[in-house]
Structure formats: C-alpha cells, structure tokens
C-alpha cells in the first residue's frame, strides 16, 4: 500500500512529488503516480525513483491519499472509470482550479472526503504559496497532516472553501501581477539608463528582498515604506507618481476581478 497516489504528471504533479520527496520528508517509495503519457510517467520514475503505473485504477487501487494533478476539463473522464475503487480510508486531493468539493462527490457518487488545494506557480521551486479547504468530515489529525505535506511547495494556509475564489486571484494569479511589476520595474531602469540585464537583475533582487523584509521583520508594510521616504527625498516623488497611477487601486481591483473570474468559471 503506498501512502500517496498521484494522477497526471503534469508542472503541478511533478512539483508536488519533487517538494514532497525533496522537503516533505515522504519516501520515494511511498507514493505511486500515474499519467496518460507513458514516456512522461518513465520519466518522472527516473527522476523521483518513485512507483509509476499507466493505470489509473491501479494508483487509486494501491493508496490511500488520491492527488487529482490533471488539467480541470479532464475531471469527469479520470474520475468517472475510477469510481468504484474509492472506498472508506481513502482521500481525495484535488488541486484543480475552480473544481469545488461538491462536484467531485458528486461525480464519486459517494461521500469520499475531498480536500481542494490550490497552489502557485511557484510551488515547483517550492517557494509556493498555497490555499487549503477541508471538507469538514476530515479529522484534525489527517488536517495536520496534509497541511504538512503541502507545506513542502510553500507556504499553506487553511481557508473556508468560499475563500478558495479569493485565494486564486490573489496568489493563484498573483504571481503573474508581480512578473509584470518586475517587468515594468527593470523598463524604468532601461528608460534611465542601464541595460535590461542590469536592471531585471537590481528590479527581481529588489522585489525579492523586500518581500524577505517583511517576512523576516513581521513589520507592516507601509512602516518599512515609511522607513525609507525620507522628507524631500528620491523615494516620496517615486511613490507620488504611483499614487497618481492609482497603483494600490489598480491592484485591488485586479484582485478582486479575478476573484469575480473565479467565481464565474467554477459556477
Ligand atoms: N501549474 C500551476 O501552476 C497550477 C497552479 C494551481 C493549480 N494547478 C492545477 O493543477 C492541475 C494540473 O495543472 P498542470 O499545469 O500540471 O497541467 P499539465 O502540465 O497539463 O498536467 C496534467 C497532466 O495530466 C495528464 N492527464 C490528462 N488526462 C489524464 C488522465 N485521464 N489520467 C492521467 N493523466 C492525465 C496530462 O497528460 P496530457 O498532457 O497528455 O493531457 C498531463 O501530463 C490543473 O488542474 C490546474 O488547475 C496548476
């Protein structure tokens, strides 16, 4: 019996097995993953030296933690060929966007405990960012546990599931928005002068250790902000030109569109 069962080894099926394997402590030989594509399963067994099975039925048949890594179009027909082998013991976890828990009861026919995860891209360099919904049948033992587990590709925090919207366009989406910042960041730094090399370098570098900043001094936000806006000085008539681009405004509101986004495309 292994402990972990992934199906579709996809950007998210692999960065899960590798932070699983590689930070979560789990043994290799303790998860079986399956995928449609048998060259991509060959090379996950390669890579990871974990159990690798073409059979779907065989993952679901052989452990007890089911992970749904597929592409959320193609829930209904992995699901539907695999019903009767879910039986009491077993877990589903499913890390597909908009997909709600009821749903795949629903397509279980059956009360299965469900978990909904929904990570970032960055969970494949495990520095993700990661929003977990448990069905409330699931004790606070196996909560734990695989809040654990999915600490591996980042950092997880617990939410209601009507939260799960509002996750995905804020971290789900979120690091497309600090791409374009970065983006827009190292331009500036062409527009005065330096080559883009030297200015995408200083703009991910400055990003980077300011988000650290935070983390590591538990400080607000806008008193670090304060610390360095000196009267008179460089960084307030920066910060005047981006409170007359509305930049917070455009930033809430891009949140909160593609929460409204989410919310339409899991109706
Ligand atoms: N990538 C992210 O950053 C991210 C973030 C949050 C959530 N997610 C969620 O993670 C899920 C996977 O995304 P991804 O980016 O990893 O997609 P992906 O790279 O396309 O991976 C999905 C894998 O599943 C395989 N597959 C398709 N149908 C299958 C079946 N019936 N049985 C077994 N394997 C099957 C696919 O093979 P084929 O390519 O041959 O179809 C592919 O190898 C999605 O539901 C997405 O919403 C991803």
Redesign the pocket.
């Known amino acids: 019996m292994f402990r972990i069962g992934i ?9 899960l097995i590798k932070g699983f394997i590689e930070k979560g402590g789990v043994r290799s030989t303790d998860i079986i993953v ?4 048998p060259e ?1 399963v060959k090379q996950i067994v390669n890579r990871y030296n974990v159990a690798g099975t073409e059979s ?1 039925r065989k993952v679901v048949d052989l452990s007890q933690l089911i992970i ?5 179009k ?2 209904e ?2 699901l539907e060929p695999l019903k009767d082998l879910f039986d009491e013991g077993k877990i589903v976890v ?6 709600k828990i009821e749903r795949i009861k629903n397509i279980l026919g059956k009360d299965i405990p469900v978990v909904r ?5 960055p ?2 360099i495990g520095e ?1 960012a990661v929003g977990i919904s448990f069905d409330p049948v699931i004790d606070q033992e196996k909560r734990k546990e695989i809040k654990d587990l999915f600490s591996s590709v980042g950092l997880a925090i617990v939410v209601e599931e009507s939260l799960m919207d509002a996750v995905t366009g804020l971290s ?1 989406s979120g690091p497309a928005y600090v791409f374009t910042f970065i983006d827009a960041l190292a331009q500036g730094g062409v527009k005065c002068g330096l080559s883009y090399r030297e200015a995408l370098d200083l703009a991910v570098q400055t990003v980077l250790g300011s988000a650290m900043l935070i983390k590591e001094t538990g400080e607000h936000p806008s008193v670090l902000r304060d610390r360095v806006t000196s009267p008179g000085g460089t960084t307030i008539y920066g910060l005047h030109e981006l409170e007359k681009g509305s930049l917070r405004d455009t930033v809430i509101n891009a949140v909160e569109s593609a929460t409204k986004r989410s919310k339409e495309l899991s109706e």
């Open positions: 199906i579709g080894c996809g950007n998210m099926g692999e960065a399956s995928d449609i594509d991509r779907n749904l890594a597929v592409k959320p193609d829930i027909n992995t499913s890390v597909l966007a908009g997909v995860v929904m990570p970032n891209t969970a494949v993700g789900g």
